[in-house]
């Protein structure tokens, strides 16, 4: 590897077998080889452990022969449809050019169910929603007074708003569920901005607006194949886990399950957060504390889609249902994929999970959960014996040492600081990208699209410049604001 051959100037190292290795293969990973690609970069080689890219965009056929169909396990919708009156989500953009097939995610085109059967309840939702802006209101307000942040559920107390009972509770979980955890574990200051700048045009979002990808080929077409427009295979290693990470002043040593080894002049690492936080890759030397503090300070959620498969749909002919149990988060949200425009005649109903619940249900058996969802399924429908499924499947993205979660939400004691020590690179050669780096998009696609977009400028920035590189900032340690002071 050398920039010799990139720029004409001299190199830094040449002993080294690449360039820039990109750890992941997911949106932040193909992102940052296609910046490279744009700044004249080709020695790169994109390390991923699965046996396709695209991550956590990623799909499977489901059903039986005859009426098979490709659900989404992983990312789903895309956020935010402007286009030309103001920025447009970049995911948006690559959907366009790729042709990916998309029907219009409509929130109001919803049931509502509870322990009795069906229950109109949309008044309860309603204010549910308005409360939740009100929130995101208030919240986004605290950042230019510099008050400390709070969780969601005591933002929630200050504006007087206090579910009780489970048709408020479900209200309540189908406008937050996006983090994929409770209003208690949710920051409200960030969870605020997160969905401001993603949804409210007049803070630079996207739209409120959403698209569901209902592209048979997967909605992981869209970055696959814009992976096709610029990757060659020779820049691909595919079937490829990675163990451990060395790093120095010299470069990156990259060990793989095989044994295989493998060093380049740059990494640029973009596996999940909960990889990074469960050791299933390890550092030598290990990462600083300031680095470790803030990847242990951030949360990991898991959102989990249960998908069932019947002959015939007997159920509503909206895109969601809600139904609210006594316990909160059990089988609350449901949506139904036989319609027009999505999966017509596929008999496919799936119902979402998150977070604890998702950890619950990934340590029982299929058999269990599917028999909860039948359970539930005859309390939204007590007239109709539910008959049995033909197919049944659901991720285990919380137990997966590839994710270990979903994505990334941010809790109340995670404080900026803490995230600009996720961003930073560790000394000049081992730089972190991936959706959990992006401080205003952190859970998204879009968030993993910017970050592979800066990691890959910044490691351009480094090869171009024969390793003169512009550091990240990053704090020693993080500090109270004022201390706290005990008094006995
Ligand atoms: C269930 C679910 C629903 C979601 N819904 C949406 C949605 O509707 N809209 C939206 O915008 N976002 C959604 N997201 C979030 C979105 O999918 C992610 O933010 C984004 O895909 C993350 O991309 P990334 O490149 O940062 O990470 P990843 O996609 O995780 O890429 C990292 C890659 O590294 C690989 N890897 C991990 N460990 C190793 C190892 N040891 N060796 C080699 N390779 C390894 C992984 O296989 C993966 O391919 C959802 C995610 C999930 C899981």
Redesign the pocket.
Known sequence: ASTAEINGTTSTSTKNDKTVLI?????????AARTLVEKGITDFLI????DE??????SKGLGVKGKRATV????????GTQEGDGPA?P?LTLARKHGVKTADSDYESIVTYDETGKVDYLDVLNNAVDAYTNLTVVGGGRVPTKQVDTTCRTGYSLIGVKPKTPQEMVAEYFVDW?Y?QTPEQTSWIASSWNNNFTYDVDQGGFSED?L?SVDQRGFKYLIQAEARTFLKPEQVLLN????TIAHSGDGVIVT??NGTRISADYAIF???LG?LQND??LFEPVLPMWKQEAIQSMTMG????IFLQFKEKFWFDTQFALYADKERGRYPVWQGLDLEGFLPGSGIIFATVTNDYSERVEALSDAQVQAELLDVLHTMFPNITIPTPTAFFF?R?FSD???R????NWPASFVSPHHTNLRANVGQRLWF?????SQK?????????F??MDAGERVADCVLSGGHCKSLPFVESVLNASPYIIQF
């Open positions: 750890l992941g293969g997911g949106v932040a990973g193909i992102i390390v991923e452990a699965r890219l695209g991550g956590r965009m990623r989404e396990l992983g990312a789903n919708w895309i956020q989500n995911i996006e994929a959403n569901l490829a886990t990675v163990r793989l399950a973009t596996f999940s990889v299933d890759v898991t959102y989990t889609k991720p993205w040492p590839l994710y979660g979903s994505y990334s990208s991936g959706e959990a780096m998009y952190f859970g998204f696609l879009h968030g993993a699209y970050e592979g």
